[in-house]
């Protein structure tokens, strides 16, 4: 009966209604209401029927704005080098402790633990630890008799504290995915390996790491998402300082909103970063995808 | 001069041993077969030939050299592995090319020696095809030919046919025999298919509880087993036993059971002597057992017959005798027509002895 196939066509959609109406009111509605928005002026406290249209201002604006500029390529240093940094260490650390040795357990518990931590806490642990009067880092150096090191002070050491916090917290991300892909590896094909010749170097880089590969370029991709939009660490460790050295765009965007109060400029720059993560991704599921049907076709 | 020698290895896990020690001795160019149930320690066996696992005492020598504590590279050896163990990164051509390619071998060199082999098992035309579009039967040719390009000196095999289906592995059994005639090479073949044992190899190593129970050519173990154990796993459908007492009736001395008569192999007289009134494991063959009443004097047994399986050529007959379970293999063109008490003859020489204390045969 057609109706009755009609009907059963239509159950997976009913079952998926509630998913997609959340979806709607917490994901699609606060976007169109941000690209609304960034066509518009309107300050915080004054009713939304005041904002006045503008057009494309708020992004002329942007375009031509230095601090946009600037913030943009601390995003992407920050972005990439946290990215790069985070994998190799993940994935050394992870082949390094791939093995049942006593203790390796105890060893995984605490790599992991960093990634548990609230991001505001990881922001204040390395604040003390940067801090160059009263911090271990500083005591450390002055102990073994050398000078203090202007961690979060100076602007050409800010950026690079700021990668090591993160590296410091997100790096077990990289480290339990890239574990669990090991492990889940055929322990036979390696064994194979070493009858075939290969050292222990050979196998990690002949048949261990081409294997988890698909995992690793996941568990980047999803680290390179969340790197530009990281906030809360940098926010506590440097507020974006010394200048702008440290000013990300997700930072360059609460400043905007909630400091200058200009909602219009900061929606026009969340919907561009949006746009920068969403090329990103695109592009990196095309190169996934690419590969794939290749790979296929062997 | 033995080409593989292997002096009381053992191996142990915490307080339990695997391997309780063991010694072999393989010739140059011979297809041993290692058997025996799961958990006989003949994989475990194999893998520290392999130097996969280490030994925990004891000596392997392959050559003029002991092996036991070199990384399975130095030991030059190759394996197949039950479940292929290809690379699923590499097409067919670079599975095989591996270990070449590690080692350095020309490229030339290398592209000669993958086409003589995939020649050879007929995987010329999946060279650029990777494992996962490849079926069953063509990974295990991979595997096999991923081992062959070494030319290594030994070949190691852990059940290789096993995850294979049932005509698949029948297929793929005649052509490993076909290639091991035309591959010289020391092989040594583990197994739990005791049809496998038997029709490959040129000396069978029957394993159990982690000790060598018999090792010989296929016939010898089949003809004459050393003890119950392998009596009861060499041969298809296995031996039969018979609990029987060595008594003596008018003079002659006879095998006495609960409801059946067996007469003493005369050859076997004088070795059993000190057994007299004691205990003994008669065990007969399901072939040996021939329908109808057999030339004058020719032992009888008389079988109930429960069930008669056909199988197609042959027949296998369930019957009781006793209350013996007695398995009986018959032509199927000879079935008998009837069903219930049949007689049945043999010929006292195909009678097999065992001590029952030491489960050693009597000979």
Known sequence: ?298 | MPHIRIRDLQKHFGDVAVIAGLDLDLADKEFTVLVGPSGCGKSTTLRMIAGLEEASRGEIWIGEREVSRLEPKDRDIAMVFQDYALYPHMDVARNMSFALRLARYPKAEIDARIRRVADMLSIGHLLDRKPAALSGGQRQRVAMGRALVRDAGVFLFDEPLSNLDAKLRNQMRAELALMRKRVEKNMIYVTHDQIEAMTLADRIVVMHAGKVQQQGRPEDLYRAPANLFVAGFIGAPPMNFLPVRLDSRDGRPVLLGRDYTLPVPPARMAALAPYARRDIIAGIRPSALRQGRGPEGAPALTLHIELAEYVGAQSVLVTRCGGERVIVEVNSEQRLAGEGEQPFWFDPDSLHLFDPETEAAIR
Request: hydrophobic content about 55%.
């Open chain 1, 1 to 298: 009966m057609p109706s009755r196939q009609g009907l059963n066509r239509a159950t997976p959609y009913f079952f998926l209604a509630p998913a997609a109406a959340v979806a709607l009111v917490g994901l699609v509605y606060p976007m169109l209401r941000s690209v609304w928005l960034s066509f518009h002026e309107w300050s915080i406290g004054t009713p939304p029927e005041s904002a006045r249209f503008v057009g494309l201002e708020n992004y002329r604006w942007l375009v031509a704005d230095d601090a946009f500029w600037v913030s943009v390529g601390v995003t992407l240093a920050f972005a990439l080098a946290v990215v790069v940094l985070e994998v190799v260490l993940g994935v050394a650390l992870a082949l390094v402790l791939d093995r049942d040795l006593r203790g390796t357990s105890l060893f995984r518990t605490i790599f992991i633990l960093p990634m548990m931590i609230a991001p505001i806490v990881v922001g204040l642990i390395w604040r003390f630890l940067y801090n160059e009067q009263f911090g271990p880092l500083s005591q450390a150096l002055k102990a073994l008799g050398l000078p203090g090191v202007p961690w979060l002070s100076s602007p050409d050491m800010a950026l690079l504290s700021v990668i090591i916090a993160d590296v410091w917290q997100w790096t077990p991300f990289i480290f339990i995915l890239a574990l669990a892909a090991l492990q889940g590896l055929p322990a036979s094909a390696i064994e194979a390996a070493r009858i075939d010749g290969a050292t222990r170097w050979q196998t990690t880089w002949y048949i261990k790491l081409p294997l988890i590969a698909p995992v690793i370029a996941v568990a980047a991709l999803l680290r390179l998402i969340d790197a530009f939009k990281v906030l809360e660490v940098i926010y506590i460790l440097t507020e974006g300082g010394p200048g702008l050295s440290t000013e990300i765009l997700s930072l360059h965007i609460y400043k905007t909103a909630f400091v200058s109060q200009q909602l219009g400029r900061a929606s026009a720059l969340s919907n561009l970063l949006l746009l920068i993560v969403l090329v990103l991704t695109l592009l990196l599921v095309l190169a996934r995808s690419l590969r794939e049907s290749r790979a296929g076709k062997e």
